[in-house]
């Protein structure tokens, strides 16, 4: 019986006992297999899709798992608001899912309080100790703090979890490019590129790490057949010279004020690093502030504009 049937039974049947359900274990078993429907969406990144069969699973039985996963795809398009809704539902309900803690973690992260997103990292990782991604985002929140030596601790850490994880290769390779060892840099995000090559992210910081080794040439040759009309590919375009400054930060606009956010910082850590190719230290010094300024502390742009603005300024 689906629950749209018994509402009408309850509004028109003043006698059918209003708390009375006859297959509560038929409507959790249907709506779990939405919820698996929509992991396996998830995973081949049809979000949209997969963010449907959530919604379905919800409208049918609203299992924590449905409201959990379907923080995953909020965290995906930055509505961090609906990732805290969602993430605070399940744990009231079921709090031993630790997902729910890791998504809500990268909510608070980027609304912007470190604290609190390490806070439920944390929580996550107690939940399950073998959490990579769990491990890897804690790694970031505390590099971005300065910690650097925990951090590598946990990037490692990472990697050895789950050897095919992409992220964790590509933040690992940002910190070593932070830190100046751009060798290491190439060596991570080159793996991160080899594991998810349809990721453009991955190959934007190996370009960037191999332009700060003198490897130029290499990087212009890998970035041939890949798709440079969504972001973050009109950063790629911009560094390779097939797109203006101008192009590249109208490309930045998004409705969603926390992904404008970050697509912005992105965006001007691109045009600084621009401009360290070309020698113009204090134009670039002022690209990097203005990555800081957008107030992204969640984005791996902003944490290298704190880093490059310590050489330039």
């Not at 030596?149 to 590509?170: I, M, Q």
């Not at 070593?176 to 060892?181: A, Q």
């Not at 973050?232 to 606009?253: D, M, V, Y």
Request: charged fraction near 25%.
């Amino acid at each position: 019986m689906s629950p749209k049937l018994l509402n009408f039974l309850r509004e028109h049947f003043p006698s059918f006992k209003p708390d009375y359900d006859p297959f509560p274990a038929y409507r959790q078993r249907i709506a779990l297999d939405h919820v698996r429907r929509g992991d396996s969406l998830f995973e081949s990144k049809e979000y949209a899709l997969a963010l449907d069969a959530y919604n379905e699973a919800i409208e049918f039985e609203a299992v924590a798992e449905a409201f959990c996963n379907r923080s995953c795809v909020f965290v995906q398009t930055a509505d961090y608001d609906r990732v805290l809704e969602d993430c605070n539902r399940t744990i009231k309900t079921k709090p031993d899912l630790a997902p729910a803690f890791c998504n809500r973690g990268t909510a608070y992260l980027g609304k912007g309080d470190r604290e609190l997103a390490l806070r439920d990292y944390d929580q996550a990782i107690s939940l399950k100790a073998d959490f990579a991604i769990a491990i890897c985002n804690r790694g970031f929140a505390l590099f971005s703090k300065g910690e650097i030596d925990r951090a590598a601790v946990d990037f490692d850490r990472a990697v050895e979890l789950e050897p095919n994880l992409a992220l964790a290769f590509r933040i690992r390779g940002v910190v070593s490019f932070c830190n100046r060892r751009f060798a290491q840099a190439r060596k991570d995000c080159a793996e991160a590129t080899r594991l998810d090559a349809n990721d453009c992210n991955n190959l934007i910081w190996l370009y960037l790490a191999n332009v700060r080794d003198g490897l130029t040439k290499k990087a212009q040759v890998q970035a041939e057949g890949m798709d440079l009309d969504e972001w973050p590919g009109p950063g790629f375009a911009f560094l390779l010279g097939s797109l203006t400054r101008e192009g590249l930060l109208a490309a930045s606009h998004n409705e969603n004020l926390y992904k404008q956010r970050e697509q912005l910082c992105a965006a001007h850590f691109f045009i600084g690093q621009a401009e360290l190719f070309n020698g113009h230290l204090v134009e670039a010094a002022e690209s990097f502030r203005n990555a800081i300024a957008s107030g992204a502390m969640n984005c791996l742009e902003y944490v290298a504009a704190e880093r490059e603005l310590q050489d330039v300024k």
